[in-house]
Protein backbone atom coordinates (compact mmCIF):
# COMPACT_ATOMS: atom_id res chain seq x y z
CA UNK A 1 0.00 0.00 0.00
CA UNK A 2 1.29 3.51 -1.19
CA UNK A 3 1.31 6.33 1.81
CA UNK A 4 0.14 9.53 1.06
CA UNK A 5 1.09 12.42 2.95
CA UNK A 6 -0.53 16.01 2.62
CA UNK A 7 -0.12 19.46 3.79
CA UNK A 8 -3.03 21.59 3.87
CA UNK A 9 -4.36 25.30 4.10
CA UNK A 10 -0.83 26.16 3.40
CA UNK A 11 -0.59 29.95 3.11
CA UNK A 12 1.79 30.69 1.06
CA UNK A 13 3.10 27.67 -1.54
CA UNK A 14 5.94 28.45 -3.94
CA UNK A 15 5.00 26.34 -6.71
CA UNK A 16 6.36 25.83 -10.39
CA UNK A 17 3.98 26.83 -13.26
CA UNK A 18 6.03 25.19 -16.06
CA UNK A 19 7.80 29.00 -16.95
CA UNK A 20 8.45 30.50 -13.24
CA UNK A 21 8.15 30.07 -9.57
CA UNK A 22 4.60 31.22 -8.04
CA UNK A 23 3.02 31.88 -5.17
CA UNK A 24 -0.18 30.23 -4.14
CA UNK A 25 -2.18 31.05 -1.32
CA UNK A 26 -4.14 28.15 0.79
CA UNK A 27 -3.14 25.40 -0.89
CA UNK A 28 -2.51 22.01 -0.57
CA UNK A 29 0.66 19.84 -1.46
CA UNK A 30 0.59 15.79 -1.53
CA UNK A 31 3.60 13.13 -2.35
CA UNK A 32 3.98 10.13 -2.08
CA UNK A 33 6.92 7.35 -2.81
CA UNK A 34 9.14 10.33 -2.62
CA UNK A 35 7.71 12.54 -5.27
CA UNK A 36 5.02 15.19 -5.57
CA UNK A 37 1.70 14.12 -6.70
CA UNK A 38 -0.52 17.54 -5.99
CA UNK A 39 0.10 21.62 -6.08
CA UNK A 40 -3.19 23.63 -5.64
CA UNK A 41 -5.87 23.90 -3.67
CA UNK A 42 -8.37 21.60 -2.07
CA UNK A 43 -6.67 18.18 -2.46
CA UNK A 44 -9.50 15.32 -2.43
CA UNK A 45 -7.35 11.78 -2.93
CA UNK A 46 -6.08 9.36 -0.52
CA UNK A 47 -4.11 10.02 2.69
CA UNK A 48 -2.12 8.51 4.98
CA UNK A 49 -0.49 11.44 7.07
CA UNK A 50 -1.73 14.82 7.01
CA UNK A 51 -0.19 18.24 7.72
CA UNK A 52 -1.66 21.85 8.98
CA UNK A 53 0.33 24.62 6.42
CA UNK A 54 -1.60 27.66 8.18
CA UNK A 55 1.62 29.19 9.23
CA UNK A 56 3.85 28.16 7.00
CA UNK A 57 5.58 29.00 3.82
CA UNK A 58 6.43 26.12 1.67
CA UNK A 59 9.20 25.99 -0.69
CA UNK A 60 11.56 23.93 -3.10
CA UNK A 61 14.37 22.58 -1.65
CA UNK A 62 17.64 24.86 -2.68
CA UNK A 63 20.21 23.26 -4.43
CA UNK A 64 24.10 24.01 -3.59
CA UNK A 65 25.96 23.36 -6.83
CA UNK A 66 29.50 23.49 -5.42
CA UNK A 67 31.01 22.67 -1.97
CA UNK A 68 34.02 21.49 -0.22
CA UNK A 69 32.39 20.16 2.46
CA UNK A 70 35.32 17.85 3.78
CA UNK A 71 37.23 21.39 4.61
CA UNK A 72 36.28 24.63 4.96
CA UNK A 73 34.59 24.51 7.96
CA UNK A 74 37.89 23.59 10.02
CA UNK A 75 39.03 26.89 8.55
CA UNK A 76 36.59 28.90 10.29
CA UNK A 77 37.76 31.43 12.46
CA UNK A 78 41.15 31.27 10.57
CA UNK A 79 40.74 32.23 6.93
CA UNK A 80 37.74 35.05 7.56
CA UNK A 81 40.39 38.06 6.33
CA UNK A 82 43.65 36.74 5.84
CA UNK A 83 46.02 38.57 3.39
CA UNK A 84 48.18 37.41 0.63
CA UNK A 85 49.06 40.30 -1.16
CA UNK A 86 51.39 38.58 -3.81
CA UNK A 87 48.42 36.92 -4.67
CA UNK A 88 46.03 39.53 -5.45
CA UNK A 89 44.67 38.44 -1.88
CA UNK A 90 43.17 35.30 -3.13
CA UNK A 91 43.67 32.49 -0.47
CA UNK A 92 44.01 29.73 -3.11
CA UNK A 93 48.12 29.46 -2.92
CA UNK A 94 49.24 30.45 0.25
CA UNK A 95 46.95 29.65 2.98
CA UNK A 96 44.39 26.47 1.71
CA UNK A 97 47.20 24.32 1.15
CA UNK A 98 48.64 25.11 4.69
CA UNK A 99 44.79 24.69 6.58
CA UNK A 100 43.67 21.42 5.77
CA UNK A 101 41.95 18.32 7.83
CA UNK A 102 45.38 16.68 8.86
CA UNK A 103 43.48 13.24 8.94
CA UNK A 104 40.63 11.24 8.05
CA UNK A 105 38.66 11.98 10.93
CA UNK A 106 39.28 15.39 10.31
CA UNK A 107 37.48 15.36 6.88
CA UNK A 108 34.55 13.29 8.48
CA UNK A 109 34.14 15.88 11.27
CA UNK A 110 34.03 18.80 8.71
CA UNK A 111 31.81 17.05 6.17
CA UNK A 112 29.01 16.34 9.10
CA UNK A 113 29.07 19.90 10.13
CA UNK A 114 28.86 20.69 6.70
CA UNK A 115 26.13 18.77 5.39
CA UNK A 116 23.63 20.01 8.89
CA UNK A 117 24.45 23.51 8.33
CA UNK A 118 23.75 23.21 4.34
CA UNK A 119 19.88 21.00 5.47
CA UNK A 120 19.32 23.75 8.34
CA UNK A 121 19.81 26.61 5.55
CA UNK A 122 16.88 24.64 3.38
CA UNK A 123 19.56 22.99 0.80
CA UNK A 124 18.14 19.15 -0.26
CA UNK A 125 20.82 18.96 -3.19
CA UNK A 126 24.27 19.70 -2.81
CA UNK A 127 27.52 18.73 -4.90
CA UNK A 128 30.66 18.39 -3.00
CA UNK A 129 33.62 18.29 -4.47
CA UNK A 130 36.18 16.57 -2.34
CA UNK A 131 38.94 14.05 -2.22
CA UNK A 132 37.20 10.27 -1.73
CA UNK A 133 37.62 8.92 1.88
CA UNK A 134 36.63 5.56 3.21
CA UNK A 135 33.07 6.35 4.60
CA UNK A 136 32.70 9.64 2.07
CA UNK A 137 29.38 8.36 0.41
CA UNK A 138 27.49 6.62 3.14
CA UNK A 139 28.42 9.76 5.54
CA UNK A 140 26.70 11.40 2.60
CA UNK A 141 23.88 9.35 2.38
CA UNK A 142 23.34 8.88 6.24
CA UNK A 143 22.92 12.83 6.42
CA UNK A 144 19.81 12.45 4.68
CA UNK A 145 20.76 14.75 1.77
CA UNK A 146 20.52 14.42 -1.62
CA UNK A 147 23.83 14.35 -2.63
CA UNK A 148 26.28 14.29 -5.43
CA UNK A 149 29.59 13.37 -5.12
CA UNK A 150 32.42 14.88 -7.08
CA UNK A 151 35.86 13.40 -6.51
CA UNK A 152 38.87 15.78 -7.24
CA UNK A 153 41.74 15.41 -9.14
CA UNK A 154 44.45 16.82 -11.03
CA UNK A 155 47.78 16.51 -12.69
CA UNK A 156 49.81 18.76 -10.65
CA UNK A 157 49.45 20.83 -7.16
CA UNK A 158 50.38 24.43 -6.35
CA UNK A 159 53.22 25.90 -4.25
CA UNK A 160 54.95 28.88 -3.48
CA UNK A 161 58.24 29.52 -2.36
CA UNK A 162 58.37 33.03 -1.77
CA UNK A 163 54.77 34.14 -1.51
CA UNK A 164 54.55 35.78 -4.77
CA UNK A 165 55.74 33.31 -7.05
CA UNK A 166 53.75 30.20 -8.07
CA UNK A 167 55.25 26.90 -8.96
CA UNK A 168 53.39 23.44 -10.07
CA UNK A 169 54.59 20.18 -9.34
CA UNK A 170 53.51 17.98 -12.27
CA UNK A 171 52.84 14.41 -11.94
CA UNK A 172 50.40 13.21 -14.97
CA UNK A 173 50.45 9.73 -13.86
CA UNK A 174 49.05 10.77 -10.39
CA UNK A 175 46.55 12.43 -12.18
CA UNK A 176 45.72 9.61 -14.64
CA UNK A 177 45.38 7.86 -11.16
CA UNK A 178 43.12 10.18 -9.25
CA UNK A 179 40.95 10.06 -12.59
CA UNK A 180 40.54 6.00 -12.48
CA UNK A 181 39.43 6.34 -8.62
CA UNK A 182 36.87 8.94 -9.61
CA UNK A 183 35.19 6.28 -11.82
CA UNK A 184 35.42 3.93 -9.17
CA UNK A 185 33.33 6.05 -6.58
CA UNK A 186 31.08 7.72 -9.09
CA UNK A 187 30.03 3.86 -10.20
CA UNK A 188 29.72 3.76 -6.18
CA UNK A 189 27.79 6.86 -6.09
CA UNK A 190 25.62 6.05 -8.67
CA UNK A 191 24.70 2.25 -7.04
CA UNK A 192 24.40 3.60 -3.80
CA UNK A 193 21.33 1.98 -2.28
CA UNK A 194 20.20 5.23 -0.32
CA UNK A 195 19.41 6.12 -3.98
CA UNK A 196 20.06 9.76 -2.99
CA UNK A 197 23.18 9.86 -4.83
CA UNK A 198 24.87 10.37 -7.90
CA UNK A 199 28.14 11.40 -9.63
CA UNK A 200 29.88 14.08 -11.19
CA UNK A 201 33.36 13.83 -13.22
CA UNK A 202 35.54 16.89 -11.79
CA UNK A 203 38.97 17.63 -12.60
CA UNK A 204 40.02 20.60 -10.32
CA UNK A 205 41.48 23.52 -11.73
CA UNK A 206 41.99 24.86 -15.56
CA UNK A 207 45.83 25.41 -14.24
CA UNK A 208 46.47 22.02 -12.76
CA UNK A 209 45.35 19.78 -15.43
CA UNK A 210 46.68 18.45 -18.60
CA UNK A 211 44.72 19.13 -22.04
CA UNK A 212 44.54 15.33 -22.23
CA UNK A 213 42.97 15.26 -18.84
CA UNK A 214 40.32 17.84 -19.45
CA UNK A 215 39.87 16.15 -22.96
CA UNK A 216 39.75 12.43 -21.22
CA UNK A 217 37.45 13.12 -18.79
CA UNK A 218 34.96 15.59 -20.50
CA UNK A 219 34.32 12.25 -22.90
CA UNK A 220 33.68 10.42 -20.02
CA UNK A 221 31.24 12.83 -18.78
CA UNK A 222 29.97 12.46 -21.86
CA UNK A 223 29.70 8.98 -22.28
CA UNK A 224 27.91 8.97 -18.90
CA UNK A 225 25.47 11.51 -19.45
CA UNK A 226 27.25 12.91 -16.23
CA UNK A 227 27.94 16.94 -15.27
CA UNK A 228 31.61 17.87 -15.40
CA UNK A 229 32.69 20.39 -13.44
CA UNK A 230 36.52 22.38 -12.86
CA UNK A 231 37.56 25.91 -11.39
CA UNK A 232 38.42 28.03 -13.68
CA UNK A 233 38.98 32.56 -13.80
CA UNK A 234 39.25 32.16 -10.50
CA UNK A 235 41.93 34.62 -9.34
CA UNK A 236 44.22 37.02 -11.50
CA UNK A 237 47.10 34.09 -10.85
CA UNK A 238 45.58 31.86 -12.61
CA UNK A 239 44.61 34.44 -15.58
CA UNK A 240 47.96 34.92 -15.89
CA UNK A 241 49.38 31.66 -16.14
CA UNK A 242 46.85 30.69 -18.87
CA UNK A 243 48.12 33.67 -20.67
CA UNK A 244 51.54 32.69 -20.37
CA UNK A 245 51.11 29.08 -21.78
CA UNK A 246 48.33 29.27 -24.02
CA UNK A 247 48.02 33.20 -25.22
CA UNK A 248 44.59 32.63 -24.20
CA UNK A 249 42.16 33.14 -21.58
CA UNK A 250 41.04 30.40 -19.39
CA UNK A 251 37.85 30.10 -20.80
CA UNK A 252 39.15 30.64 -24.40
CA UNK A 253 41.46 27.63 -23.80
CA UNK A 254 38.62 25.62 -22.52
CA UNK A 255 36.65 26.38 -25.43
CA UNK A 256 38.66 25.88 -27.77
CA UNK A 257 39.60 22.15 -26.49
CA UNK A 258 36.07 20.99 -26.45
CA UNK A 259 35.20 20.97 -23.31
CA UNK A 260 33.01 23.65 -22.54
CA UNK A 261 29.39 22.66 -23.24
CA UNK A 262 26.39 22.53 -21.52
CA UNK A 263 27.01 19.87 -19.37
CA UNK A 264 29.96 21.80 -17.89
CA UNK A 265 29.53 23.61 -14.55
CA UNK A 266 32.33 26.49 -14.47
CA UNK A 267 33.29 27.75 -10.61
CA UNK A 268 33.81 30.45 -10.59
CA UNK A 269 33.82 32.63 -13.67
CA UNK A 270 35.14 35.80 -12.11
CA UNK A 271 38.35 37.17 -13.88
CA UNK A 272 36.61 37.12 -17.52
CA UNK A 273 38.41 39.29 -20.13
CA UNK A 274 36.16 41.96 -19.23
CA UNK A 275 37.07 42.28 -15.28
CA UNK A 276 38.52 45.60 -14.44
CA UNK A 277 41.35 43.98 -12.57
CA UNK A 278 42.49 42.91 -15.48
CA UNK A 279 42.32 45.91 -18.06
CA UNK A 280 42.51 42.74 -20.85
CA UNK A 281 42.18 43.87 -24.22
CA UNK A 282 39.26 41.49 -25.49
CA UNK A 283 35.46 41.43 -23.96
CA UNK A 284 34.94 38.16 -25.53
CA UNK A 285 34.41 35.21 -22.33
CA UNK A 286 30.88 36.61 -21.35
CA UNK A 287 29.56 35.30 -25.09
CA UNK A 288 32.15 32.14 -24.94
CA UNK A 289 30.31 31.21 -21.98
CA UNK A 290 26.77 32.03 -23.20
CA UNK A 291 27.55 30.39 -26.09
CA UNK A 292 28.76 27.17 -24.82
CA UNK A 293 25.84 26.55 -22.80
CA UNK A 294 27.38 25.94 -19.77
CA UNK A 295 26.63 26.65 -16.03
CA UNK A 296 28.81 29.63 -13.99
CA UNK A 297 28.69 28.35 -10.16
CA UNK A 298 28.90 31.53 -8.45
CA UNK A 299 29.94 31.23 -4.99
CA UNK A 300 30.11 34.94 -3.78
CA UNK A 301 31.00 34.94 0.47
CA UNK A 302 34.39 33.23 -0.33
CA UNK A 303 35.44 35.84 -2.72
CA UNK A 304 34.01 39.14 -1.30
CA UNK A 305 35.76 38.37 2.11
CA UNK A 306 38.65 39.30 0.39
CA UNK A 307 37.42 41.84 -1.88
CA UNK A 308 36.61 40.27 -4.84
CA UNK A 309 33.39 40.21 -6.49
CA UNK A 310 31.89 38.49 -9.93
CA UNK A 311 31.08 41.76 -12.35
CA UNK A 312 28.28 41.62 -12.07
CA UNK A 313 26.37 38.61 -11.07
CA UNK A 314 22.95 40.24 -12.93
CA UNK A 315 25.37 41.56 -16.14
CA UNK A 316 25.82 37.73 -16.64
CA UNK A 317 22.21 36.85 -16.13
CA UNK A 318 21.17 39.44 -19.11
CA UNK A 319 23.52 38.16 -21.35
CA UNK A 320 22.22 34.55 -21.02
CA UNK A 321 24.14 32.60 -18.81
CA UNK A 322 22.81 29.99 -16.38
CA UNK A 323 23.99 30.83 -12.67
CA UNK A 324 24.01 28.43 -10.01
CA UNK A 325 24.82 28.94 -6.59
CA UNK A 326 27.09 27.23 -4.33
CA UNK A 327 28.21 28.02 -0.77
CA UNK A 328 32.24 26.80 -0.75
CA UNK A 329 33.11 28.04 1.71
CA UNK A 330 32.08 28.23 5.67
CA UNK A 331 29.10 28.64 6.89
CA UNK A 332 27.64 26.35 4.17
CA UNK A 333 24.16 28.30 4.60
CA UNK A 334 22.31 28.57 1.45
CA UNK A 335 20.38 31.59 2.37
CA UNK A 336 22.97 33.46 3.53
CA UNK A 337 24.61 32.98 0.20
CA UNK A 338 21.48 34.32 -1.57
CA UNK A 339 21.50 37.33 0.57
CA UNK A 340 25.44 37.69 -0.08
CA UNK A 341 25.14 37.59 -3.87
CA UNK A 342 22.04 40.07 -4.18
CA UNK A 343 24.03 42.47 -1.85
CA UNK A 344 27.40 42.46 -4.03
CA UNK A 345 26.00 42.59 -7.35
CA UNK A 346 23.75 45.99 -6.40
CA UNK A 347 27.09 46.96 -4.56
CA UNK A 348 29.64 46.46 -7.39
CA UNK A 349 26.87 47.08 -9.88
CA UNK A 350 26.35 50.47 -8.64
CA UNK A 351 22.29 49.72 -8.60
CA UNK A 352 19.15 47.81 -6.78
CA UNK A 353 17.96 46.98 -10.64
CA UNK A 354 21.13 44.89 -11.05
CA UNK A 355 19.72 41.66 -9.60
CA UNK A 356 16.51 40.91 -8.41
CA UNK A 357 15.76 38.54 -5.45
CA UNK A 358 13.72 36.26 -7.74
CA UNK A 359 16.16 36.02 -10.04
CA UNK A 360 18.54 34.86 -6.88
CA UNK A 361 16.01 32.29 -6.02
CA UNK A 362 15.93 31.07 -9.38
CA UNK A 363 19.63 30.33 -9.41
CA UNK A 364 19.39 28.48 -6.03
CA UNK A 365 16.84 26.34 -7.41
CA UNK A 366 15.92 25.82 -11.37
CA UNK A 367 19.01 27.17 -12.42
CA UNK A 368 21.18 24.50 -10.36
CA UNK A 369 18.55 21.75 -11.37
CA UNK A 370 19.32 22.81 -15.11
CA UNK A 371 22.93 22.54 -14.28
CA UNK A 372 22.63 18.81 -12.56
CA UNK A 373 20.57 18.14 -15.67
CA UNK A 374 17.79 17.10 -13.23
CA UNK A 375 14.13 18.39 -14.22
CA UNK A 376 12.60 17.02 -11.38
CA UNK A 377 14.65 19.22 -8.35
CA UNK A 378 14.12 22.71 -7.48
CA UNK A 379 10.55 22.94 -8.16
CA UNK A 380 7.26 22.04 -6.43
CA UNK A 381 5.18 20.55 -9.22
CA UNK A 382 3.32 17.15 -10.30
CA UNK A 383 6.22 14.44 -10.90
CA UNK A 384 9.08 16.31 -9.18
CA UNK A 385 10.83 14.78 -6.13
CA UNK A 386 9.23 15.81 -3.23
CA UNK A 387 12.37 18.01 -1.98
CA UNK A 388 10.75 20.73 -0.02
CA UNK A 389 11.23 23.11 2.83
CA UNK A 390 8.91 24.57 5.17
CA UNK A 391 9.28 28.26 6.66
CA UNK A 392 7.71 29.52 9.74
CA UNK A 393 5.84 32.23 8.94
CA UNK A 394 4.89 33.15 12.89
CA UNK A 395 8.82 33.50 13.60
CA UNK A 396 9.93 37.51 14.98
CA UNK A 397 11.75 38.26 11.69
CA UNK A 398 9.16 36.60 9.24
CA UNK A 399 6.81 38.86 10.71
CA UNK A 400 4.67 41.17 9.31
CA UNK A 401 3.98 38.59 6.81
CA UNK A 402 3.48 40.68 3.48
CA UNK A 403 6.47 39.42 1.28
CA UNK A 404 7.55 36.25 2.89
CA UNK A 405 9.90 34.98 0.06
CA UNK A 406 12.05 38.62 0.35
CA UNK A 407 11.89 38.38 4.24
CA UNK A 408 13.30 35.24 4.37
CA UNK A 409 15.87 36.06 2.10
CA UNK A 410 16.15 39.50 3.70
CA UNK A 411 15.78 39.17 6.61
CA UNK A 412 15.38 35.86 8.75
CA UNK A 413 17.54 32.93 7.18
CA UNK A 414 17.92 29.60 8.52
CA UNK A 415 16.50 31.08 11.25
CA UNK A 416 12.79 30.80 10.25
CA UNK A 417 13.42 27.10 8.90
CA UNK A 418 11.56 24.74 10.42
CA UNK A 419 11.22 21.53 8.73
CA UNK A 420 13.35 20.40 5.83
CA UNK A 421 12.02 16.60 3.43
CA UNK A 422 13.75 15.07 1.02
CA UNK A 423 12.37 12.75 -1.14
CA UNK A 424 9.58 12.68 1.18
CA UNK A 425 11.19 12.06 4.34
CA UNK A 426 11.67 14.31 7.12
CA UNK A 427 15.37 15.17 7.56
CA UNK A 428 14.97 18.71 10.11
CA UNK A 429 12.14 18.69 12.17
CA UNK A 430 11.19 22.10 14.19
CA UNK A 431 14.38 23.59 13.94
CA UNK A 432 16.48 20.77 14.40
CA UNK A 433 18.44 18.08 12.56
CA UNK A 434 16.78 14.27 12.35
CA UNK A 435 19.79 12.32 11.10
CA UNK A 436 22.80 13.60 13.46
CA UNK A 437 23.70 15.02 16.60
CA UNK A 438 25.28 18.07 15.28
CA UNK A 439 26.81 18.83 18.45
CA UNK A 440 29.07 16.16 18.74
CA UNK A 441 30.27 16.48 15.53
CA UNK A 442 31.06 20.23 16.13
CA UNK A 443 32.99 19.04 18.78
CA UNK A 444 34.92 16.82 17.13
CA UNK A 445 35.13 19.37 14.33
CA UNK A 446 37.11 21.65 17.03
CA UNK A 447 39.66 18.88 18.17
CA UNK A 448 39.98 18.62 14.19
CA UNK A 449 41.23 21.97 14.14
CA UNK A 450 43.33 21.80 16.97
CA UNK A 451 45.50 18.95 15.05
CA UNK A 452 45.31 21.12 12.19
CA UNK A 453 47.19 24.41 13.75
CA UNK A 454 49.78 22.22 15.18
CA UNK A 455 51.24 21.17 11.90
CA UNK A 456 51.16 25.05 10.12
CA UNK A 457 54.57 25.94 10.86
CA UNK A 458 55.73 22.29 8.54
CA UNK A 459 53.38 23.16 5.72
CA UNK A 460 53.90 27.17 5.07
CA UNK A 461 57.10 27.86 2.94
CA UNK A 462 57.92 30.58 5.66
CA UNK A 463 57.33 28.15 8.41
CA UNK A 464 55.00 31.22 10.00
CA UNK A 465 51.99 29.61 12.89
CA UNK A 466 48.66 30.04 12.68
CA UNK A 467 48.81 33.54 14.32
CA UNK A 468 51.85 35.12 12.12
CA UNK A 469 49.18 34.16 9.10
CA UNK A 470 45.41 34.80 10.57
CA UNK A 471 46.39 36.83 13.58
CA UNK A 472 44.06 37.12 16.17
CA UNK A 473 41.26 39.67 15.61
CA UNK A 474 41.44 41.41 19.47
CA UNK A 475 44.84 40.97 21.70
CA UNK A 476 44.30 38.95 24.65
CA UNK A 477 45.06 40.18 27.60
CA UNK A 478 45.61 39.43 31.19
CA UNK A 479 43.51 42.43 32.69
CA UNK A 480 42.24 45.92 31.95
CA UNK A 481 42.18 46.84 35.39
Known amino acids: MTDTTVIRNIAWLVAWDGT ?43 IDIHTHAQSETLRKGITDETHSPGFWHSSLYE ?43 DALAGSGIRAVAAP ?12 HKLDYDWNLEGGRKGFEKAQRVIDLAQQHPSGRLSGMVSPSQVDTCSEELLRDTHAYATERNLPWTIHAAQSVTEFLEMQRRHG ?10 GVLDERSIIAHCIFFDHHPWLHWTSHKDLDRMRDSGATVAHCPTVFTRRGITLRTLGGYIRHGINVGLGTDTYPHNMLDEMR ?51 VDLKHPAMMPVREPMRSLLVVAG ?48 NGRTVDQMAPMMLETVESVN
Open 20 to 62: SHVYLRDADLAFENGAVTFVGKGYQGPVTTEGDGRNRMVMPGL
Open 248 to 257: KTPMEWLADI
Open 340 to 390: TAAVAARVIGESVADLTYAEVFHAATIAGAKALRRDDLGRLSVGARADFVC
Open 152 to 163: FFRDARWFTRDG
Open 95 to 137: HLPVFEPTDVEGNAACLSVSLGELLLSGVTTMVDLSGPFDGWL
Open 414 to 461: ERAVRDVYVDGDRVVADGKLLTMDLQAELERLEEAQKRMMKTVPQRDW
